[in-house]
């Protein structure tokens, strides 16, 4: 009877769903966890409910980078906090946001066409082969098979974030 109700309490806290909204926008200039700036500005692309402070699209949040986590092994990827301090509306005027609401970054996966292979029986190509062939009739061998290794192995590093200006970013708001 134990092991039951100590399985059910298991499932009904792994199945209780975790509340956040999902801010899709644009940043403004280049946000990056190697070189964090003081502030960032995120364009929004969308309407959004901010804990009652209405952002409609065309507004640009700005403010500050916390809680930095550069990435680790096991592919643990980088990672940070966003702090909206103010938004600009679509005629240019500040408004400043009172409360303290912090968001976390939401990784967006992206194809790894570099790194893909297409194979048919015992042919396989990738388009990372050129490349890498290249690097290593330059003498760069040792860094192209660190590489390999780093991404092929399940104890490989993460990666950092860089994302340019006008290239999408997505945080979790708290509801």
């Not at 403004?28 to 500005?41: C, K, Q």
Request: net charge positive.
């Amino acid at each position: 009877m134990k092991k039951t109700l100590l399985l059910l309490t298991i499932i009904a806290v792994c199945a209780m769903p975790v509340s956040a909204k999902v801010f899709k926008g644009k940043a403004v200039e280049t946000i990056s966890t190697t070189d964090p700036s003081a502030t960032i500005s995120v364009k929004s692309v969308r309407n959004f409910d901010m804990q009652g402070i209405k952002i409609k699209k065309g507004y640009i949040l700005t403010g500050t980078m916390t809680e930095i986590v550069h990435p680790t092994k096991w592919h643990h990827n980088a990672s940070f906090t966003f702090t909206p301090q103010y938004y600009t509306d679509n005629q240019g005027n500040k408004h400043k946001i009172d409360k303290t609401i912090k968001a976390t970054y939401r990784q967006k996966m992206k194809p790894d066409f570099r790194n893909s292979t297409i194979s048919s029986n015992s042919f396989t190509f990738s388009p990372g082969y050129i490349p890498d062939t290249v690097r290593v009739f330059k003498g760069e061998g040792k860094e192209v098979v660190d590489e390999y290794v780093n991404r092929s192995t399940p104890w490989g590093k993460g990666v950092e974030i860089k994302i340019k200006p006008k290239e999408k970013i997505y945080f979790n708001f708290p509801e």
